[in-house]
């Protein structure tokens, strides 16, 4: 007989990590399942060469494009998931976001749940990942119950310089929201050094608030809960009927095992959940588990990233660099009635993510150190989001033991425009004498295997012939399944949707507290 369980969680990111914190607290028994292990702390998590050159902390797997053609995806399997890696940027989606926005490329669709539904969520999804913020500075940001609970994150001097130029062009820098457990006031009690080797990194001294530090670690000694890791979930058994999950198989050190649980939620990241379902496909679900509407998989969205690295003649010391956005081309400008996106800047270049980029820049080639270094002592690294659209012929497919991603960009016009119109700037302010369109672990602007903002492949609704979930992330056809992730966005906006997927397992969780 397989080990029996309250609730099952498979996965330990954004949603599965916060959602385990949630429930932890009704003593129930409860199994977390998560595929990878604890993130070693080792010398190597600030090491340019091994994360960044190297990806010493993506997954190994390969998956498929729509051609067949081999990609490395840009995914890290670790308790805690992607959060161990992400910059701790943690967005409240914009009040219109969440209604039908026309866009040059098409429609964002309206969600059957609005900004009122999440604010209460947002609000304790910034106070259980301590975010750093200021609100009333961002011009489209909505409005906010209660202030952030830790002061915004200061600019270092040149950081503050563009800040203020930008101000003097009219535009609206705003000081990012942020997940780090930074002490401004009193270094000596901070966790966070407030280091260059933050976004995009491992933390050696955990001080960036991600779902294993803030979330499972403060409940995985607890005498009720479980926590199994290398435990890679391979498929759900139903019952005869097809109506609940009996089973969930995994493979743990090289042998199968059966869990069951009351409850079985999935909580992979989008692309994974989506597989999980579809190789779990039995005579009952014959098109993958919770199929009935043929969704599974489908309208899978990642936004249209990319970065953007300004050159100039002034120096830029700054360490810690990541610190400000601005807004003011989301919803468009003056002579384009579409949405554009967000700008804000990235973690600070050195001179070996520069390299990366050679011969390519400017015709230098890897011995000319010399010349990366300088280049990187001036430079300003910006990162671009635009929002990508919901699209049924871009989905997530398992081919044999693969995933498969079929993906066509959309809504280019957007991110087109807003790269064009932020050189624009950079150039006004003598922030970008050249610029260079950057990858460090990406080219330019980020190919299908940046998948770090993956959503929408098993989306929520009221019509269980048009959407997977029902408005509590409940499957439509299995009645204890659960989709706990990105999966459930009906659109991806253009801000990071990491508190998104917070704040709904913060929801979510209140449902199930009901129900176990």
Known sequence: MPDHYDLIIIGTGAGGGTLAYRLASTGKKILILERGSFLPREKAN???????????????????????????????????????????????????????????????????????????????????????????????????????????????????????????????????????????????????????????????????ADADINCIRPVENSDHITLITEAKVLRLHTSASGREVTAVEAEVAGELRLFSGNIVVVACGAINSAALLLSSASDRHPSGLANSSDQVGRNLMKHQNGALIGISKKPNPTIFQKTMGINDFYWGEPDFDYPMGHIQLLGKVNADMIAMESPQIAGLSFQEENAFRVMANHSVDWWLTAEDLPDPDNRVRVQGNSIQLEYTENNTAAYDRLVHRWIEVLKSIDCGDRILPCSFYFRKKLPLQGVA????????????????????????????????????????????????????????????????
Do not use: M
């Not at 902390?57 to 890290?76: A, F, L, M, R």
């Open 46 to 208: 600030w090491d340019t060469v091994e994360v960044v050159q190297k990806e010493r902390y993506h997954t190994t797997d390969t998956w498929q494009d729509k051609n067949g053609h081999e990609i490395h995806p840009g995914v890290s399997y670790f308790v805690g998931g992607n959060t161990k890696l992400y910059g701790g940027a943690l967005f409240r989606w914009r009040e219109q976001d969440f209604g039908q926005v026309i866009h040059k490329g098409g429609i964002s669709p309206e969600w059957p749940l609005k900004y009122g539904d999440f604010e209460p969520y947002y609000t304790e999804a910034e106070q259980l990942y301590q975010v750093h913020g200021s609100h009333g500075l961002d011009p489209t940001a909505p409005a906010a119950s209660q202030a952030y609970p830790y002061p915004a994150i200061s600019h270092e001097p040149r950081i503050q310089e563009i800040h203020d130029e930008l101000q003097q062009k009219g535009l609206h820098p705003f000081y990012l929201p942020l997940a780090i457990k930074l002490n401004e006031v009193n270094r000596r009690l901070s966790a966070c050094i407030r280091c260059n080797t933050c976004d995009g990194f491992p933390c050696l001294v955990d001080a960036k």
């Open 453 to 516: 903002h993956q959503c929408g492949t098993c989306r929520f609704g009221e019509d269980p012939a048009t959407s997977v979930l029902d408005l509590n992330c409940r499957s439509h056809d299995v009645e204890n399944l659960y989709v706990v992730d990105g999966s459930f966005f009906c659109s991806s906006a253009a801000v990071n949707p990491t508190l998104t997927i917070i704040a709904n397992a913060l929801r979510v969780g209140d449902h199930l507290a009901k129900l176990l």
